[in-house]
């Protein structure tokens, strides 16, 4: 009899136990994306929230908001930072451009040999020395750390295979002066205040002639359905940023900042994992569905890198040494 009470006793302790709900986060911040669910960027900040939310038991939520549907344009997520109206947002390096100069230091056209060539620059001191500038410049912003987003090329409704033949062309370009002032010096339009999500559309309308990404936004976006040619210019290698808004990360304890900074960055090799699977199905379904993939002979692809040159003078002369030692970094490439 005795057994059996303590028996009892032993069940209704346990089922109080699990009957306890999880305590409740004592922050919930917001996270904008504006790529689609399943996307790598998205998987990643997925696993930045999850990590976070770990890390301090619980008392930090992030919640995830995908697909643009908080804010579709990136450069309204980061006056949203700057505001401290929202915590975190990923987004690509190109619009950080228009509010921390010092970051087109590391997205110059034709800058880097390959991929190793950049990470080595991301993940040593340049790199990480010109993500603490985004925190040290007044612009209310904190970098955490840096993704991969492959290198990009011009897609376009009609067939490109020099400079010559992008005269006169609507490009879409991303948010950043530099990349506009880029299509201008190959003699074409550039257009911009377009988001990402918004692209196919104004393909499809004829406001713009195409744009220009990598792999995985040309096929997920379903832009590759709509401007056939893909120019394999690969005229940059943008990568990826999750930012953080300063005023909220400063409401936080040290402890909480300092968790938070580790998370991201430990992310890292994950979206890298991710990318590469992306990048891979990516290039596959674009290629299986009849689009004319461009290789340019070695002489037009010299001629779209010379046209761009002048970017190195009008948006880079004031970090020239950054940008030389990167280029140096490139003969171990
Ligand atoms: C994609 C980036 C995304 C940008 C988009 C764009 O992942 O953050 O918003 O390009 O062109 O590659 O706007």
């Not at 295979?161 to 948010?175: E, F, H, N, P, S």
């Not at 998370?263 to 569905?289: D, F, G, H, N």
């Amino acid at each position: 009899m005795k057994k059996n009470l303590s028996l009892i006793l032993a069940l209704l302790m346990a089922v109080c136990l699990f009957a306890v709900p999880a305590q409740a986060a004592e922050i919930t911040l917001q996270l904008s994306e504006v790529h689609a669910e399943g996307y790598p960027t998205s998987l990643a900040d997925y696993e930045f929230a999850r990590l976070v939310n770990e890390r301090t038991g619980g008392r930090i939520e992030i919640e995830v908001f995908t697909g643009g549907t908080l804010y579709g344009a990136e450069p309204d997520a980061i006056i949203a930072l700057q505001n401290g109206a929202l915590g975190f947002t990923r987004v690509s390096a190109s619009p950080v451009g228009n509010f921390v100069p010092a970051i087109n230091a590391i997205q110059m056209p034709y800058l880097y040999k390959n991929k190793a060539h950049m990470w080595a620059v991301l993940n040593g001191e340049l790199g990480q020395g010109l993500l603490a500038d985004i925190e040290s410049s007044d612009s209310g912003l904190v970098g955490l750390a840096y993704y991969d987003a492959g290198s990009r090329s011009f897609y376009l409704t009609k067939e490109v295979r020099t400079v010559a033949d992008m005269a006169g062309l609507k490009i879409r370009m991303q948010d950043n002066k530099m990349m506009l002032r880029m299509v201008e010096l190959l003699g074409a339009i550039g257009v911009s205040g377009i988001g990402p999500n918004d692209v196919y559309s104004n393909i499809v309308t004829k406001v713009i002639d195409g744009a220009e990404n990598n792999w995985p936004t040309y096929q997920n976006m379903g832009d590759y359905e709509a401007a056939k040619y893909y120019i394999l210019d690969q005229h940059t290698r943008v990568p990826e940023i999750l930012l953080a808004s300063k005023a909220v990360l400063d409401g936080l304890s040290e402890e909480d900042q300092q968790i938070i900074r580790e998370c991201a960055t430990e992310v890292q090799a994950y979206e890298i994992e991710q990318w590469e699977l992306k990048e891979k199905s990516s290039e596959e379904i674009v290629r299986e569905a009849g689009t004319t993939v461009i290789e340019l002979t070695p002489e037009a692809r010299a001629e779209f890198e010379e046209r761009m040159l002048p970017l190195y003078d009008e948006f880079g002369a004031d970090y020239k040494d950054i940008i030389d030692q990167i280029k140096a970094l490139g003969a171990d490439f």
